[in-house]
Structure formats: structure tokens, C-alpha cells
């Protein structure tokens, strides 16, 4: 089981940047697949990012150019840079930890992103 501590949300204007951070222990991180997902208020939680142990990357179409999912595995830790920020992307952004995409066992506690228009 791993462990995931998420870091880096808070509130920003619209146009704005956030990093967040995700702090990894208790497992061997370079075999997993690390995704960002989050949940917006009053909707269900989604898929935003994902980095494979290979380095590859895949993200959900609203982000695509920008947004920046990267991982460092001497420091167990995945990233996700988030430029030009908009008011939908407010929600609570969390780290997951997994062999398959589509089954994340370990997930963090969550951080929390506010964009204002």
C-alpha cells in the first residue's frame, strides 16, 4: 500500500498557475502509474492525468495544453503544473497510485483548488 500526500492547491484569479505535489511512500513508486483526478461540487470525481512509470502521459481533453502531469521518482513524487486556470477547473485535485488506470488502489486525502473569474 502506498501512501499519498497531495500539496500545492489554494486560490487563485482566473489566468492564473498552480504546482501541485504528491509525496509517495511505503511503496516501489517507479512501478506505478500516477494520476491526478478531481472532484468538482455536486459532481462526481474525474479523470485528469496520468504519468506511467515509461514516462508517458495521457490527459482529459479540458486540460490538454494546460496542464503538465511529470514525476520524479528519485523523490517519489508526481507533479501536476496547471497554467491558465479556469473557474471550472475549482474542485478538490487528488494524487492516486496504481498498476492499472482504470483501478487506482491508493489514494490521497485531497487538495483543494478555488479559481475565481
Known amino acids: 500500500q502506498v501512501q499519498l500526500v497531495e500539496s500545492g492547491g489554494g486560490s487563485v484569479q482566473a489566468g492564473g498557475s498552480l504546482r501541485l505535489s504528491c509525496a509517495a511512500s511505503?511503496?516501489?513508486?517507479?512501478?506505478?502509474?500516477m494520476g491526478w483526478f478531481r472532484q468538482a461540487p455536486g459532481k462526481e470525481r474525474e479523470f485528469v492525468a496520468a504519468i506511467w512509470w515509461s514516462g508517458g502521459t495521457d490527459y482529459i481533453n479540458s486540460v490538454k495544453g494546460r496542464f503538465t502531469i511529470s514525476r520524479d521518482n528519485a523523490k517519489n513524487t508526481v507533479y501536476l503544473q496547471m497554467n491558465s486556470l479556469k473557474p471550472e477547473d475549482t474542485a478538490v485535485y487528488y494524487c492516486a497510485a496504481g498498476l492499472v488506470l482504470d483501478g487506482m488502489d491508493d489514494w490521497g486525502k485531497g487538495t483543494l483548488v478555488t479559481v475565481s473569474a
Open positions: 511505503g511503496g516501489t513508486f517507479s512501478r506505478y502509474i
